[in-house]
């Protein structure tokens, strides 16, 4: 039985060193007496680290002959998607089961990464415990199902109640709009210059945090879009409201300097360090973070539940419904060449059976995404801050799921970086974007807004 470890904690990640051959397609293992198992642990999040070492075990015990061989690659983001996919590219290092982001599945199903696991999923007895969405979550363009969610996240505006309530602001502090929004940064400001007034992920070194976490919850509150009936949306005015936001943050000294921004460790920082510290006032970030506060977590701070507070990311000008948010998640998925797909996948519904599911999704303070876990007092009772954040489903977004998003959400942080360091205007921009995506997708798939 596994002991209840409720923390969530960052990953001291092993450096992946990759020795890559002639790059080719498929892979897997090289003995089909081993399976290799590749997952992000970096910073504040050690939860799959964790997860997977007592996997391994209790694997390899029920399965004397086959070996787990656990590949913790220590990146951020953006460089682990890309390290994952240069283990991919060769048959030598490529991973039997991967940690799979839900926005990369399609882009890497229709580069030959990975496999569809239906004929398993029928099979198993568990699956129907799952939720329909995060079922949707896994599935590819073809309709095939290639990973099993590990749980879902929204987010919002967390804020420390004691460095609110110097600036005159109540525990409950909700702002019901952009500009409340920055009012309050701005009375932070001025009520102790020390103070980092607000915090949102912005610029390339912060990969998707910084486009999910940052930019897509703004242009979400606008009520304009991304993706719009199977056409990328461009020329929309929402688009550069959002980077007018982003550079009124950083220009008028309501963010944390560009230089700091830009740190691919910021989110650590601040997440286990300024927060709890009173270093930052508010801060636009995931549901997870609480994890990092529990008794096991990174930072572990008993009072957190009284000096943290959370109010929703309010719509740009309090337009209906009121709020926003953006949800993603994380599976597990099979490797497309893997020698020993029975071993991978038996390893995959050992990791997302009701019991490692409800240890990771309290460790990780993630949104759960099977009833039964949901419904289990232990997953309702340990983070008071699950009600509220699971409460945003109501309002949240989704990214595109297309194969060529992760392309697009690139040019979404360039676009953010050349505004918060005053390279571009917001319509600057923006017009660089319309035309990097129209040459990514191709003036026919594209809309104006």
């Known amino acids: 039985m596994r002991t209840a470890r409720f923390f969530i904690a960052p990953v001291t990640a092993v450096a992946l060193a990759l020795s ?8 897997g293992s090289s003995d089909d007496g081993t399976i290799k198992v590749a997952y992000q642990k970096f910073g504040n999040f050690t939860q799959a680290d964790e997860l997977f070492k007592d996997v391994k075990a209790d694997f390899e015990k029920a399965n004397p002959d086959v070996t787990v061989e656990l590949v913790p690659i220590e990146a ?3 460089d682990y998607f890309t390290k994952l996919a240069l283990m991919n590219r060769s048959p030598s290092t490529a991973p039997d089961v991967m940690y799979e982001d839900t926005y990369m599945i399609k882009s890497d199903v229709e580069a030959g990464y990975l496999q569809p696991l239906d004929d398993y999923l029928a099979e198993w007895d568990e699956w129907d415990q799952f939720v329909d969405s995060a079922k949707e979550a896994g599935a590819g363009d073809d309709g095939k199902t290639y990973g099993v969610s590990m749980g879902t996240d929204t987010r919002g505006l967390w804020f420390n109640k004691d460095v609110l309530a110097k600036a005159g602001l109540p525990e409950d502090w909700a702002p019901k709009s952009w500009d409340e929004l920055l009012e309050a940064a701005r009375a932070i400001k001025e009520s102790d ?10 610029g390339k070194p912060q990969g998707e945090a910084a486009v999910m976490q940052g930019f897509e919850m703004l242009l979400y509150g606008t009520g304009d879009t991304l993706y719009e009936d199977g056409k990328w949306v461009l020329g929309s005015q929402g688009f550069v409201d959002a980077l007018d936001f982003v550079q009124t943050v950083f220009t008028e000294g309501l963010a944390p300097t560009p230089q700091q921004a830009l740190d691919t460790n910021i989110g650590n920082t601040v997440q286990a360090e300024w927060l709890p510290e009173g270093k930052v006032g508010i801060a636009l970030d995931g549901s997870w973070v609480a994890g990092n506060w529990l008794e096991s977590g990174v930072a572990p701070w008993p009072e957190w539940s009284e000096k943290m507070g959370a109010a929703p990311m309010p719509t740009q000008d309090g337009a209906a419904p009121g709020a926003v948010s953006m949800s993603g998640g994380w599976t597990l998925a099979m490797g497309a060449g893997s020698k020993n797909p029975d071993a991978a996948f038996e390893f995959i519904s050992m ?3 009701r019991e490692n599911s409800l240890w990771f999704d ?10 039964d876990v949901a419904e289990d007092p232990e997953y309702t009772k340990t983070n008071p801050t699950t ?13 595109p799921a297309t194969s060529d998003y992760p392309k697009v959400s ?10 918060m360091t005053g390279q571009q205007t917001p ?22 807004g």
């Open 20 to 27: 890559l051959g002639a790059c080719g397609s498929g892979g």
């Open 76 to 78: 951020q983001q953006n």
């Open 193 to 202: 210059p020390d103070v980092v007034p607000f915090n949102m992920y912005s």
């Open 351 to 353: 990791a997302l059976n």
């Open 362 to 371: 309290v460790a990780n303070s993630q949104i759960a995404v099977r009833t």
């Open 387 to 399: 009600e509220f954040f699971t409460g945003l489903v109501d309002v949240t977004h989704f990214r």
């Open 410 to 419: 690139n040019e979404i942080m360039v676009a953010m970086e050349s505004v």
């Open 427 to 448: 319509e600057e921009a923006a017009a660089v974007y319309d035309e990097a995506v129209t040459g990514i997708v191709g003036e026919e798939n594209t809309t104006q």
